[in-house]
């Protein structure tokens, strides 16, 4: 069974920063490519970043390109995702996901995922 827990939602400002973290277990993480999800209220589920099992290559939608890093910590089992200069247009429930398929293409998807973390921008 895969389990992710994410930490590290808020309320911030425009122009702020925020760090998610995403555990899991290391057969997970040392198994699976792992990533970020978000979906805002009224809207689609959308991909937001993603790194590989190896952590060679990142992925990243274009709205978030420059301003957020993913990474990971394999000593630590976790996926980090840092928000800089983050815009009200960030407001979202930001998933933490594991075993994506598609990366590079238009519309990446994942076979697991957490529960979600609250992110909020205030203007």
């Known amino acids: 069974q895969v389990q992710l827990v994410e930490s590290g939602g808020g309320l911030v400002q425009a122009g702020g920063s925020l760090r998610l973290s995403c555990a899991t277990s290391?057969?997970?993480?040392?198994?699976?490519?792992m990533g970020w999800f978000r979906q805002a209220p009224g809207k689609e589920r959308e991909f937001v970043a993603a790194?590989?099992?190896?952590?060679?290559?990142?992925y990243y939608t274009d709205s978030v390109k420059g301003r957020f890093t993913i990474s990971r910590d394999n000593a630590r089992n976790t996926v980090y995702l840092q928000m800089n200069r983050m815009e009200p247009e960030d407001t979202a429930v930001y998933y933490c996901?594991?075993?994506?398929?598609?990366?590079?293409?238009?519309?990446?998807?994942?076979?697991?995922r957490g529960q979600g973390t609250q992110v909020t921008v205030s203007s």
């Open positions: 290391e057969r997970t993480f040392r198994s699976y490519s």
């Open positions: 996901v594991a075993g994506l398929s598609g990366l590079g293409q238009p519309r990446p998807r994942a076979n697991y």
């Open positions: 790194v590989s099992w190896s952590g060679s290559s990142t």
